[in-house]
Protein backbone atom coordinates (compact mmCIF):
# COMPACT_ATOMS: atom_id res chain seq x y z
CA UNK A 1 0.00 0.00 0.00
CA UNK A 2 1.05 4.16 -0.55
CA UNK A 3 1.00 5.98 2.26
CA UNK A 4 -2.24 7.85 2.74
CA UNK A 5 -2.17 11.41 2.12
CA UNK A 6 -4.06 13.63 4.77
CA UNK A 7 -5.69 16.91 3.47
CA UNK A 8 -6.16 19.30 5.88
CA UNK A 9 -9.17 22.61 5.51
CA UNK A 10 -11.21 24.71 7.86
CA UNK A 11 -14.72 23.27 8.22
CA UNK A 12 -16.45 26.07 6.13
CA UNK A 13 -18.40 26.36 3.67
CA UNK A 14 -15.90 28.89 2.00
CA UNK A 15 -12.93 26.06 2.50
CA UNK A 16 -14.96 23.40 1.58
CA UNK A 17 -15.88 25.42 -2.04
CA UNK A 18 -12.65 26.45 -2.82
CA UNK A 19 -11.13 22.13 -1.92
CA UNK A 20 -13.21 20.60 -4.16
CA UNK A 21 -12.83 21.19 -7.35
CA UNK A 22 -8.32 20.90 -6.33
CA UNK A 23 -8.30 17.42 -7.33
CA UNK A 24 -10.63 14.72 -8.94
CA UNK A 25 -10.94 12.53 -5.66
CA UNK A 26 -12.35 15.34 -3.57
CA UNK A 27 -15.95 14.24 -5.32
CA UNK A 28 -15.37 11.15 -6.78
CA UNK A 29 -13.23 8.73 -4.86
CA UNK A 30 -13.81 6.64 -1.91
CA UNK A 31 -12.10 8.56 1.20
CA UNK A 32 -12.45 8.65 5.15
CA UNK A 33 -12.71 11.95 7.09
CA UNK A 34 -12.40 13.08 10.67
CA UNK A 35 -14.24 16.40 11.81
CA UNK A 36 -13.49 17.74 14.95
CA UNK A 37 -13.81 21.41 17.06
CA UNK A 38 -10.33 21.84 16.88
CA UNK A 39 -8.82 23.42 20.20
CA UNK A 40 -12.86 24.03 21.52
CA UNK A 41 -13.55 22.24 24.82
CA UNK A 42 -16.67 21.34 26.55
CA UNK A 43 -16.66 20.63 29.75
CA UNK A 44 -17.99 16.62 31.27
CA UNK A 45 -20.30 16.33 34.01
CA UNK A 46 -16.83 15.18 36.24
CA UNK A 47 -15.50 18.80 35.17
CA UNK A 48 -12.94 17.40 32.75
CA UNK A 49 -12.38 18.60 29.30
CA UNK A 50 -13.42 16.88 26.08
CA UNK A 51 -13.27 17.84 22.44
CA UNK A 52 -16.16 16.78 19.65
CA UNK A 53 -15.04 14.38 16.71
CA UNK A 54 -16.75 12.84 14.15
CA UNK A 55 -15.68 10.21 11.36
CA UNK A 56 -17.01 9.37 8.34
CA UNK A 57 -16.63 8.22 4.51
CA UNK A 58 -17.77 9.00 1.53
CA UNK A 59 -17.17 8.65 -1.86
CA UNK A 60 -17.93 12.29 -2.56
CA UNK A 61 -16.44 13.93 0.09
CA UNK A 62 -17.15 17.63 -1.17
CA UNK A 63 -20.67 16.40 -0.87
CA UNK A 64 -21.02 15.25 2.48
CA UNK A 65 -18.93 18.23 4.33
CA UNK A 66 -21.78 20.52 2.63
CA UNK A 67 -24.39 17.93 4.12
CA UNK A 68 -22.26 18.25 7.45
CA UNK A 69 -22.15 21.76 7.49
CA UNK A 70 -26.33 21.93 6.97
CA UNK A 71 -26.25 19.80 10.38
CA UNK A 72 -27.16 21.44 13.54
CA UNK A 73 -25.14 18.48 15.79
CA UNK A 74 -21.87 19.21 13.62
CA UNK A 75 -22.25 22.74 12.54
CA UNK A 76 -19.92 23.77 15.68
CA UNK A 77 -17.04 21.72 14.36
CA UNK A 78 -14.15 23.59 13.00
CA UNK A 79 -11.57 21.65 11.48
CA UNK A 80 -11.51 18.52 8.30
CA UNK A 81 -8.53 15.98 8.02
CA UNK A 82 -9.79 14.03 4.56
CA UNK A 83 -7.78 10.61 4.36
CA UNK A 84 -7.29 10.07 0.18
CA UNK A 85 -5.13 6.57 -0.65
CA UNK A 86 -5.12 5.65 -4.52
CA UNK A 87 -5.93 2.15 -3.62
CA UNK A 88 -8.86 3.05 -1.58
CA UNK A 89 -12.20 1.39 -1.96
CA UNK A 90 -15.97 1.04 0.22
CA UNK A 91 -14.48 -1.80 1.86
CA UNK A 92 -11.66 -0.38 3.26
CA UNK A 93 -12.71 3.36 3.85
CA UNK A 94 -15.76 1.49 6.11
CA UNK A 95 -13.11 -0.82 7.72
CA UNK A 96 -10.90 2.10 8.47
CA UNK A 97 -13.31 4.38 9.61
CA UNK A 98 -15.08 1.92 12.38
CA UNK A 99 -11.09 1.45 13.40
CA UNK A 100 -10.93 5.52 13.83
CA UNK A 101 -14.23 5.21 15.32
CA UNK A 102 -13.68 2.59 18.39
CA UNK A 103 -9.85 4.36 19.15
CA UNK A 104 -11.09 7.89 19.40
CA UNK A 105 -13.80 6.56 21.93
CA UNK A 106 -11.27 4.38 23.76
CA UNK A 107 -9.38 7.26 23.75
CA UNK A 108 -10.50 9.10 26.68
CA UNK A 109 -10.11 13.08 24.98
CA UNK A 110 -13.38 13.02 22.79
CA UNK A 111 -17.11 12.80 22.60
CA UNK A 112 -17.47 10.68 19.93
CA UNK A 113 -20.73 12.23 17.78
CA UNK A 114 -20.79 9.28 15.64
CA UNK A 115 -24.01 6.64 15.85
CA UNK A 116 -23.07 2.74 16.89
CA UNK A 117 -24.75 0.92 14.08
CA UNK A 118 -22.17 1.67 11.59
CA UNK A 119 -19.28 -0.12 13.06
CA UNK A 120 -18.30 -2.86 10.67
CA UNK A 121 -16.08 -6.08 10.82
CA UNK A 122 -16.98 -7.21 7.28
CA UNK A 123 -14.14 -9.22 5.43
CA UNK A 124 -12.83 -7.93 2.37
CA UNK A 125 -10.10 -8.44 -0.52
CA UNK A 126 -6.70 -8.04 0.92
CA UNK A 127 -8.17 -6.37 4.20
CA UNK A 128 -4.89 -7.51 6.18
CA UNK A 129 -2.64 -5.03 3.80
CA UNK A 130 -5.27 -2.81 4.09
CA UNK A 131 -5.30 -2.62 7.96
CA UNK A 132 -0.88 -2.45 7.66
CA UNK A 133 -1.73 0.91 6.41
CA UNK A 134 -4.39 1.79 8.88
CA UNK A 135 -1.30 1.90 11.47
CA UNK A 136 0.37 4.45 9.36
CA UNK A 137 -2.73 7.00 8.85
CA UNK A 138 -3.26 6.29 13.26
CA UNK A 139 0.61 7.55 13.84
CA UNK A 140 -0.09 10.41 11.12
CA UNK A 141 -3.40 11.77 12.95
CA UNK A 142 -1.72 11.41 16.39
CA UNK A 143 1.32 13.73 15.46
CA UNK A 144 -1.03 16.07 13.86
CA UNK A 145 -2.58 16.06 17.79
CA UNK A 146 -5.60 14.22 17.02
CA UNK A 147 -5.13 10.90 19.03
CA UNK A 148 -3.72 11.68 22.88
CA UNK A 149 -2.43 7.92 22.90
CA UNK A 150 -0.87 4.76 21.38
CA UNK A 151 -2.78 2.37 20.19
CA UNK A 152 -1.96 -0.24 23.27
CA UNK A 153 -2.62 2.26 25.45
CA UNK A 154 -6.07 2.96 24.24
CA UNK A 155 -6.81 -0.53 23.95
CA UNK A 156 -5.95 -1.74 27.30
CA UNK A 157 -8.35 0.84 28.34
CA UNK A 158 -11.73 0.34 30.17
CA UNK A 159 -13.45 3.26 27.56
CA UNK A 160 -12.24 0.71 24.95
CA UNK A 161 -13.46 -2.02 25.76
CA UNK A 162 -16.67 -1.24 27.77
CA UNK A 163 -16.99 1.26 24.30
CA UNK A 164 -20.60 1.16 22.69
CA UNK A 165 -18.41 1.73 19.30
CA UNK A 166 -17.97 -1.94 18.79
CA UNK A 167 -18.11 -4.40 16.07
CA UNK A 168 -20.35 -7.20 17.05
CA UNK A 169 -20.17 -10.33 16.36
CA UNK A 170 -22.62 -12.68 14.12
CA UNK A 171 -24.36 -14.32 17.08
CA UNK A 172 -24.48 -10.92 18.87
CA UNK A 173 -25.74 -9.04 16.03
CA UNK A 174 -28.25 -11.52 15.41
CA UNK A 175 -29.24 -11.17 19.02
CA UNK A 176 -29.87 -7.52 18.80
CA UNK A 177 -31.79 -7.16 15.38
CA UNK A 178 -33.88 -9.74 16.42
CA UNK A 179 -34.10 -8.28 19.74
CA UNK A 180 -35.10 -4.74 19.13
CA UNK A 181 -37.84 -5.74 16.47
CA UNK A 182 -39.30 -7.75 19.06
CA UNK A 183 -39.23 -4.68 21.93
CA UNK A 184 -40.78 -2.17 19.01
CA UNK A 185 -43.33 -4.43 18.06
CA UNK A 186 -44.02 -5.12 22.05
CA UNK A 187 -44.01 -1.32 22.58
CA UNK A 188 -46.44 -1.23 19.57
CA UNK A 189 -48.92 -3.40 20.83
CA UNK A 190 -48.41 -2.54 24.70
CA UNK A 191 -47.15 -5.92 25.83
CA UNK A 192 -44.70 -6.55 28.19
CA UNK A 193 -41.65 -8.23 27.64
CA UNK A 194 -38.98 -10.35 29.42
CA UNK A 195 -35.92 -11.68 27.42
CA UNK A 196 -32.74 -13.69 28.16
CA UNK A 197 -29.17 -12.99 26.89
CA UNK A 198 -27.37 -16.21 27.71
CA UNK A 199 -23.36 -16.88 27.69
CA UNK A 200 -20.27 -17.77 29.10
CA UNK A 201 -17.45 -15.64 29.69
CA UNK A 202 -15.69 -13.72 27.41
CA UNK A 203 -19.29 -13.77 25.36
CA UNK A 204 -19.45 -10.25 25.35
CA UNK A 205 -22.77 -9.84 27.33
CA UNK A 206 -21.87 -6.36 28.63
CA UNK A 207 -20.99 -5.13 25.26
CA UNK A 208 -24.17 -6.10 24.17
CA UNK A 209 -26.01 -4.61 26.99
CA UNK A 210 -23.90 -0.76 26.18
CA UNK A 211 -24.52 -1.28 22.67
CA UNK A 212 -28.13 -2.03 22.70
CA UNK A 213 -28.62 1.11 25.06
CA UNK A 214 -26.42 3.56 22.80
CA UNK A 215 -28.23 2.21 19.53
CA UNK A 216 -31.82 2.59 21.06
CA UNK A 217 -30.97 5.71 22.22
CA UNK A 218 -29.21 6.72 18.52
CA UNK A 219 -33.12 5.35 17.46
CA UNK A 220 -34.29 7.84 19.54
CA UNK A 221 -32.60 10.98 18.86
CA UNK A 222 -32.45 10.97 14.69
CA UNK A 223 -34.16 13.33 13.37
CA UNK A 224 -32.39 14.15 10.33
CA UNK A 225 -31.60 12.04 7.36
CA UNK A 226 -28.27 13.94 6.60
CA UNK A 227 -25.80 10.88 8.04
CA UNK A 228 -27.90 8.13 7.50
CA UNK A 229 -26.42 5.39 6.07
CA UNK A 230 -28.86 2.65 4.52
CA UNK A 231 -26.22 -0.14 4.11
CA UNK A 232 -25.46 0.07 7.55
CA UNK A 233 -26.08 -3.18 9.59
CA UNK A 234 -29.38 -1.85 11.71
CA UNK A 235 -30.82 0.52 9.04
CA UNK A 236 -33.84 -0.73 8.94
CA UNK A 237 -34.60 0.57 12.52
CA UNK A 238 -33.82 3.64 12.05
CA UNK A 239 -37.70 4.65 11.02
CA UNK A 240 -40.09 7.46 12.05
CA UNK A 241 -42.27 4.83 13.67
CA UNK A 242 -39.67 3.67 16.42
CA UNK A 243 -38.64 6.91 17.01
CA UNK A 244 -42.04 7.80 18.04
CA UNK A 245 -42.31 4.70 19.93
CA UNK A 246 -38.66 5.16 21.71
CA UNK A 247 -40.03 9.25 22.64
CA UNK A 248 -39.63 9.41 26.69
CA UNK A 249 -39.28 6.09 26.90
CA UNK A 250 -37.30 5.59 30.20
CA UNK A 251 -34.49 2.86 30.19
CA UNK A 252 -32.04 2.20 32.82
CA UNK A 253 -29.07 -0.18 32.65
CA UNK A 254 -28.73 -2.72 36.10
CA UNK A 255 -25.15 -3.56 37.00
CA UNK A 256 -24.82 -5.34 40.19
CA UNK A 257 -21.34 -5.24 40.70
CA UNK A 258 -19.75 -1.75 42.20
CA UNK A 259 -16.40 -1.82 40.05
CA UNK A 260 -18.13 -2.52 36.85
CA UNK A 261 -20.63 0.04 37.43
CA UNK A 262 -18.24 2.68 37.90
CA UNK A 263 -16.11 1.96 34.82
CA UNK A 264 -19.78 1.86 32.80
CA UNK A 265 -20.40 5.40 34.12
CA UNK A 266 -17.23 6.75 33.06
CA UNK A 267 -17.81 5.33 29.66
CA UNK A 268 -21.37 7.53 29.23
CA UNK A 269 -19.94 10.59 30.56
CA UNK A 270 -18.18 10.56 27.52
CA UNK A 271 -20.85 9.20 25.28
CA UNK A 272 -23.69 11.66 23.30
CA UNK A 273 -26.97 10.33 24.23
CA UNK A 274 -25.74 8.29 27.07
CA UNK A 275 -25.47 9.48 31.10
CA UNK A 276 -24.45 8.00 34.05
CA UNK A 277 -27.09 8.32 35.84
CA UNK A 278 -28.97 5.48 33.53
CA UNK A 279 -26.30 3.13 34.99
CA UNK A 280 -28.19 1.72 38.52
CA UNK A 281 -28.30 -0.38 40.98
CA UNK A 282 -31.16 -2.71 41.91
CA UNK A 283 -31.68 -0.54 45.12
CA UNK A 284 -31.58 2.52 43.08
CA UNK A 285 -34.72 0.97 40.42
CA UNK A 286 -36.76 -0.50 43.90
CA UNK A 287 -36.23 2.94 45.37
CA UNK A 288 -37.12 4.79 42.02
CA UNK A 289 -40.45 7.11 42.48
CA UNK A 290 -41.38 6.19 38.57
CA UNK A 291 -41.54 2.83 36.85
CA UNK A 292 -39.12 2.24 33.93
CA UNK A 293 -40.24 1.26 30.36
CA UNK A 294 -37.24 -0.92 29.73
CA UNK A 295 -34.11 -2.55 32.06
CA UNK A 296 -31.05 -4.11 31.06
CA UNK A 297 -29.75 -6.05 33.58
CA UNK A 298 -26.17 -7.01 33.23
CA UNK A 299 -24.42 -9.91 35.26
CA UNK A 300 -27.84 -10.62 36.33
CA UNK A 301 -26.79 -13.68 38.35
CA UNK A 302 -25.00 -11.03 40.83
CA UNK A 303 -28.97 -9.66 41.51
CA UNK A 304 -29.71 -10.60 45.41
CA UNK A 305 -32.06 -12.77 47.19
CA UNK A 306 -33.13 -11.84 50.64
CA UNK A 307 -30.32 -12.64 52.44
CA UNK A 308 -28.22 -10.74 55.32
CA UNK A 309 -26.96 -6.87 53.31
CA UNK A 310 -23.57 -5.76 54.00
CA UNK A 311 -25.09 -2.82 56.42
CA UNK A 312 -28.15 -2.70 58.39
CA UNK A 313 -29.37 0.20 56.31
CA UNK A 314 -29.19 -1.99 53.09
CA UNK A 315 -31.16 -4.90 55.04
CA UNK A 316 -33.91 -2.03 55.86
CA UNK A 317 -33.66 -0.76 52.56
CA UNK A 318 -34.64 -4.53 51.01
CA UNK A 319 -37.10 -5.01 53.14
CA UNK A 320 -38.98 -1.17 52.68
CA UNK A 321 -38.47 -2.01 49.12
CA UNK A 322 -40.29 -5.09 48.98
CA UNK A 323 -43.42 -3.64 51.28
CA UNK A 324 -43.83 -0.80 48.73
CA UNK A 325 -43.88 -3.05 45.47
CA UNK A 326 -45.63 -5.76 46.85
CA UNK A 327 -47.55 -4.72 50.18
CA UNK A 328 -46.03 -6.59 52.72
CA UNK A 329 -41.99 -8.08 53.46
CA UNK A 330 -42.21 -10.84 51.10
CA UNK A 331 -39.44 -12.86 52.26
CA UNK A 332 -39.77 -14.81 49.30
CA UNK A 333 -39.28 -11.78 46.73
CA UNK A 334 -35.90 -11.09 45.33
CA UNK A 335 -33.87 -7.88 43.30
CA UNK A 336 -35.33 -10.21 40.11
CA UNK A 337 -38.75 -9.35 41.36
CA UNK A 338 -38.17 -5.90 42.14
CA UNK A 339 -36.82 -5.76 38.01
CA UNK A 340 -40.23 -7.01 37.11
CA UNK A 341 -42.66 -4.84 39.27
CA UNK A 342 -41.21 -1.68 38.39
CA UNK A 343 -40.47 -2.58 34.19
CA UNK A 344 -42.55 -3.55 31.83
CA UNK A 345 -39.98 -4.74 29.43
CA UNK A 346 -36.94 -6.58 31.27
CA UNK A 347 -33.57 -7.96 28.96
CA UNK A 348 -31.39 -9.87 31.18
CA UNK A 349 -27.53 -10.85 30.20
CA UNK A 350 -26.22 -13.67 32.50
CA UNK A 351 -24.44 -17.16 33.30
CA UNK A 352 -25.54 -18.78 36.37
CA UNK A 353 -22.24 -20.19 36.68
CA UNK A 354 -20.82 -16.93 37.42
CA UNK A 355 -22.75 -16.53 40.59
CA UNK A 356 -20.56 -16.37 43.75
CA UNK A 357 -22.10 -16.07 46.63
CA UNK A 358 -24.66 -17.23 48.46
CA UNK A 359 -26.78 -14.03 48.40
CA UNK A 360 -27.12 -14.23 44.32
CA UNK A 361 -30.12 -15.03 43.19
CA UNK A 362 -30.77 -18.77 43.18
CA UNK A 363 -29.84 -21.23 40.49
CA UNK A 364 -33.48 -22.71 40.47
CA UNK A 365 -34.88 -19.01 39.64
CA UNK A 366 -32.16 -18.01 36.91
CA UNK A 367 -33.38 -21.51 35.45
CA UNK A 368 -37.07 -21.12 35.30
CA UNK A 369 -36.13 -17.42 33.93
CA UNK A 370 -34.12 -19.25 31.19
CA UNK A 371 -37.07 -21.92 30.49
CA UNK A 372 -39.67 -19.38 30.60
CA UNK A 373 -38.06 -17.23 27.93
CA UNK A 374 -36.98 -20.06 25.93
CA UNK A 375 -40.56 -21.31 25.61
CA UNK A 376 -41.62 -17.92 24.34
CA UNK A 377 -38.85 -17.91 21.78
CA UNK A 378 -37.30 -14.83 23.88
CA UNK A 379 -33.60 -16.59 24.18
CA UNK A 380 -30.39 -15.84 23.09
CA UNK A 381 -27.15 -17.28 23.48
CA UNK A 382 -24.18 -16.12 22.47
CA UNK A 383 -21.15 -18.53 22.05
CA UNK A 384 -18.23 -16.90 20.24
CA UNK A 385 -15.60 -16.24 22.18
CA UNK A 386 -14.44 -12.44 22.19
CA UNK A 387 -11.78 -12.84 24.93
CA UNK A 388 -9.84 -15.63 25.13
CA UNK A 389 -7.66 -16.30 22.34
CA UNK A 390 -7.82 -19.72 23.25
CA UNK A 391 -11.13 -19.95 22.68
CA UNK A 392 -14.32 -21.32 24.06
CA UNK A 393 -12.82 -24.95 24.17
CA UNK A 394 -10.44 -23.58 27.51
CA UNK A 395 -13.69 -22.08 29.14
CA UNK A 396 -14.90 -25.58 28.97
CA UNK A 397 -11.83 -26.80 30.31
CA UNK A 398 -11.30 -24.58 32.97
CA UNK A 399 -14.42 -25.93 34.25
CA UNK A 400 -13.93 -29.50 33.68
CA UNK A 401 -10.15 -29.61 35.88
CA UNK A 402 -12.18 -27.46 38.60
CA UNK A 403 -15.14 -29.77 38.56
CA UNK A 404 -14.22 -33.09 38.04
CA UNK A 405 -15.96 -35.12 40.79
CA UNK A 406 -14.43 -38.57 40.32
CA UNK A 407 -10.92 -40.30 41.35
CA UNK A 408 -7.87 -40.68 38.39
CA UNK A 409 -9.46 -43.51 37.15
CA UNK A 410 -13.26 -42.25 36.23
CA UNK A 411 -13.42 -42.31 32.82
CA UNK A 412 -15.41 -38.96 32.88
CA UNK A 413 -12.34 -37.31 34.04
CA UNK A 414 -10.98 -34.52 31.93
CA UNK A 415 -7.98 -35.70 29.63
CA UNK A 416 -5.65 -33.14 29.40
CA UNK A 417 -5.25 -30.72 26.47
CA UNK A 418 -3.16 -27.83 24.85
CA UNK A 419 -3.99 -24.69 23.38
CA UNK A 420 -2.22 -23.44 21.06
CA UNK A 421 -1.35 -19.66 20.50
CA UNK A 422 -2.12 -19.20 24.42
CA UNK A 423 0.22 -18.76 27.49
CA UNK A 424 -1.31 -21.26 29.64
CA UNK A 425 1.14 -22.46 32.95
CA UNK A 426 1.55 -23.30 36.11
CA UNK A 427 4.24 -22.21 38.69
CA UNK A 428 5.71 -23.80 41.29
CA UNK A 429 6.82 -20.13 42.75
CA UNK A 430 4.19 -17.83 43.58
CA UNK A 431 7.59 -15.12 43.25
CA UNK A 432 8.29 -16.25 39.44
CA UNK A 433 4.72 -16.32 38.62
CA UNK A 434 4.38 -12.15 40.04
CA UNK A 435 7.85 -11.81 37.83
CA UNK A 436 6.00 -13.21 35.24
CA UNK A 437 3.17 -11.00 35.37
CA UNK A 438 5.15 -7.88 35.63
CA UNK A 439 7.63 -9.00 32.36
CA UNK A 440 4.22 -9.15 30.77
CA UNK A 441 2.89 -5.68 31.98
CA UNK A 442 6.14 -4.15 30.46
CA UNK A 443 5.51 -6.07 27.59
CA UNK A 444 1.78 -6.08 27.00
CA UNK A 445 -0.03 -3.78 29.80
CA UNK A 446 -2.98 -5.28 31.38
CA UNK A 447 -1.14 -7.74 33.42
CA UNK A 448 -2.74 -8.11 36.94
CA UNK A 449 -2.51 -10.81 39.78
CA UNK A 450 -5.66 -12.37 41.23
CA UNK A 451 -6.68 -14.67 43.97
CA UNK A 452 -9.38 -16.33 45.59
CA UNK A 453 -10.56 -15.04 48.76
CA UNK A 454 -8.49 -17.01 50.83
CA UNK A 455 -6.52 -14.58 53.44
CA UNK A 456 -8.00 -12.27 55.33
CA UNK A 457 -8.27 -8.58 54.48
CA UNK A 458 -6.02 -7.06 56.89
CA UNK A 459 -4.72 -4.00 55.09
CA UNK A 460 -8.84 -2.64 54.59
CA UNK A 461 -7.84 -1.17 58.39
CA UNK A 462 -4.39 -1.05 58.55
CA UNK A 463 -2.49 0.00 55.07
CA UNK A 464 0.93 -1.01 56.73
CA UNK A 465 -0.18 -4.60 56.65
CA UNK A 466 0.36 -7.13 53.90
CA UNK A 467 -2.35 -9.69 53.46
CA UNK A 468 -1.27 -12.54 51.60
CA UNK A 469 2.19 -14.40 52.96
CA UNK A 470 3.43 -17.47 50.90
CA UNK A 471 6.56 -18.84 50.86
CA UNK A 472 7.95 -15.48 52.63
CA UNK A 473 6.39 -13.38 49.84
CA UNK A 474 3.90 -10.62 50.75
CA UNK A 475 1.21 -8.93 49.26
CA UNK A 476 -1.85 -6.63 49.55
CA UNK A 477 -5.35 -7.09 48.49
CA UNK A 478 -6.42 -4.11 46.51
CA UNK A 479 -6.55 -1.18 47.74
CA UNK A 480 -10.05 0.38 45.77
CA UNK A 481 -13.31 -1.96 44.79
CA UNK A 482 -14.17 1.04 41.80
CA UNK A 483 -12.25 0.74 38.62
CA UNK A 484 -9.26 -1.38 40.48
CA UNK A 485 -8.03 -2.79 36.81
CA UNK A 486 -6.94 0.73 36.07
CA UNK A 487 -6.04 1.82 39.60
CA UNK A 488 -2.46 3.18 39.98
CA UNK A 489 -2.05 0.68 43.04
CA UNK A 490 -3.05 -2.69 40.84
CA UNK A 491 0.21 -3.65 39.68
CA UNK A 492 1.63 -4.14 42.86
CA UNK A 493 -1.64 -5.92 44.42
CA UNK A 494 -3.85 -8.71 43.94
CA UNK A 495 -7.22 -8.57 42.66
CA UNK A 496 -10.34 -10.55 44.07
CA UNK A 497 -13.49 -11.81 42.11
CA UNK A 498 -15.17 -8.43 43.20
CA UNK A 499 -12.91 -6.40 41.37
CA UNK A 500 -12.44 -8.46 37.99
CA UNK A 501 -15.30 -10.01 37.03
CA UNK A 502 -16.89 -8.31 34.04
CA UNK A 503 -13.20 -7.00 33.28
CA UNK A 504 -10.61 -7.94 30.87
CA UNK A 505 -7.43 -8.42 31.01
CA UNK A 506 -4.25 -9.45 28.90
CA UNK A 507 -2.50 -11.86 31.38
CA UNK A 508 -3.58 -13.09 34.36
CA UNK A 509 -1.62 -14.90 37.30
CA UNK A 510 -4.13 -16.45 39.35
CA UNK A 511 -3.70 -17.53 42.61
CA UNK A 512 -5.27 -20.78 43.97
CA UNK A 513 -5.30 -20.09 47.50
CA UNK A 514 -6.10 -22.82 50.78
CA UNK A 515 -9.71 -22.18 50.21
CA UNK A 516 -9.91 -24.64 47.45
CA UNK A 517 -8.17 -28.34 48.47
CA UNK A 518 -7.35 -32.13 46.64
CA UNK A 519 -8.57 -35.62 48.15
CA UNK A 520 -6.04 -37.56 46.91
CA UNK A 521 -7.86 -40.83 48.62
CA UNK A 522 -11.54 -40.13 47.42
CA UNK A 523 -9.99 -38.47 43.75
CA UNK A 524 -12.26 -35.18 44.57
CA UNK A 525 -11.88 -31.12 45.16
CA UNK A 526 -13.27 -29.91 49.02
CA UNK A 527 -13.24 -26.71 50.78
CA UNK A 528 -11.47 -26.09 53.39
CA UNK A 529 -14.21 -23.50 55.05
CA UNK A 530 -11.84 -22.19 57.34
CA UNK A 531 -9.32 -20.41 55.03
CA UNK A 532 -12.21 -19.04 53.16
CA UNK A 533 -12.47 -15.11 54.12
CA UNK A 534 -15.07 -13.68 52.15
CA UNK A 535 -17.80 -13.19 54.60
CA UNK A 536 -20.44 -12.57 52.78
CA UNK A 537 -19.27 -15.59 50.68
CA UNK A 538 -20.37 -18.57 53.24
CA UNK A 539 -22.53 -17.10 55.86
CA UNK A 540 -25.90 -18.39 56.20
CA UNK A 541 -29.08 -17.24 55.37
CA UNK A 542 -30.96 -17.05 58.64
CA UNK A 543 -33.89 -14.49 57.14
CA UNK A 544 -34.84 -17.60 54.57
CA UNK A 545 -33.87 -20.21 57.09
CA UNK A 546 -30.80 -21.21 54.55
CA UNK A 547 -27.59 -23.18 55.60
CA UNK A 548 -25.31 -24.05 53.09
CA UNK A 549 -23.41 -27.00 53.12
CA UNK A 550 -19.20 -27.44 51.77
CA UNK A 551 -20.79 -28.40 49.07
CA UNK A 552 -23.14 -25.48 48.68
CA UNK A 553 -19.76 -23.64 49.00
CA UNK A 554 -17.78 -25.66 46.34
CA UNK A 555 -19.72 -24.85 43.77
CA UNK A 556 -18.88 -20.83 44.57
CA UNK A 557 -15.46 -21.19 45.17
CA UNK A 558 -14.82 -23.18 41.77
CA UNK A 559 -17.56 -20.81 40.16
CA UNK A 560 -15.05 -17.78 41.77
CA UNK A 561 -11.67 -19.79 40.42
CA UNK A 562 -13.71 -20.61 37.13
CA UNK A 563 -14.12 -16.58 36.31
CA UNK A 564 -10.38 -15.68 37.76
CA UNK A 565 -9.13 -18.32 35.27
CA UNK A 566 -10.92 -16.97 32.42
CA UNK A 567 -9.71 -13.01 33.18
CA UNK A 568 -6.48 -13.49 30.59
CA UNK A 569 -7.00 -12.88 26.93
CA UNK A 570 -3.37 -14.09 26.00
CA UNK A 571 -2.66 -16.21 29.01
CA UNK A 572 -3.25 -17.42 32.32
CA UNK A 573 -0.44 -18.22 35.15
CA UNK A 574 -1.70 -20.38 38.05
CA UNK A 575 -0.02 -20.76 41.40
CA UNK A 576 -2.07 -23.10 43.46
CA UNK A 577 -1.54 -22.83 47.45
CA UNK A 578 -2.56 -26.83 48.45
CA UNK A 579 0.54 -29.41 47.45
CA UNK A 580 -2.05 -31.93 46.54
CA UNK A 581 -3.94 -29.74 44.25
CA UNK A 582 -0.77 -28.78 42.46
CA UNK A 583 0.10 -32.46 41.63
CA UNK A 584 -3.57 -32.87 40.34
CA UNK A 585 -4.08 -30.01 38.16
CA UNK A 586 -0.06 -30.53 37.37
CA UNK A 587 -1.70 -33.23 35.14
CA UNK A 588 -4.11 -30.68 33.46
CA UNK A 589 -1.89 -27.62 33.37
CA UNK A 590 1.56 -27.18 31.70
CA UNK A 591 4.28 -26.22 34.06
CA UNK A 592 6.33 -23.11 33.26
CA UNK A 593 10.11 -23.91 32.85
Not at 356 to 363: G, H, L, N, Q, T
Request: charged residues 30%; glycine residues 6%; contains cysteine.
Amino acid sequence: MTPSDISRLDFTPEAVTQWAPSHPRNTNWPVVYVLDDAQAEKTNSTGGRLRDVYVGESRNAAVRMRQHLDSPDKRHLKRIRVIVDERFNKSACLDLESFLIRLLAGDGAYRVLNRNDGITDGDYYNRDLYRESFREVFDKLQADGVFTRSIPEIENSDLFKLSPFKALTQDQAVAVEDILEGLFADLGSGANSTIVIQGEPGTGKTVVAIYMLKLLVDIANTVALEDFDSDTMFSELFIPQNRALLTDLRIGLVVPQQSLRESIRKVFRKTPGLDPSMVLTAFDVGNADEDFDLLIVDEAHRLNQRANQPSGVQNKNFADITKKLFGFDDLAKTQLDWIRAKSKHQIYLLDAEQSVRPADVPPELLGALVSATKDRHRHYPLATQMRVQAGSDYLAYVRRILGSPGPWDDPHSPAKEQFEGYDFRMFDSVADMRAEVRRKEEEAGLSRMLAGFAWPWKSKNDKTAYDIEIDGHRFRWNSTQTDWVASRKSLEEVGSIHTVQGYDLNYAGVIIGPDLRYDAKAGRLFVDRASYFDKKGKENNPVLGKVYSDDDLLRFIRNIYAVLLTRGIRGTFVYVYDPALREYLRAFIPTAQ
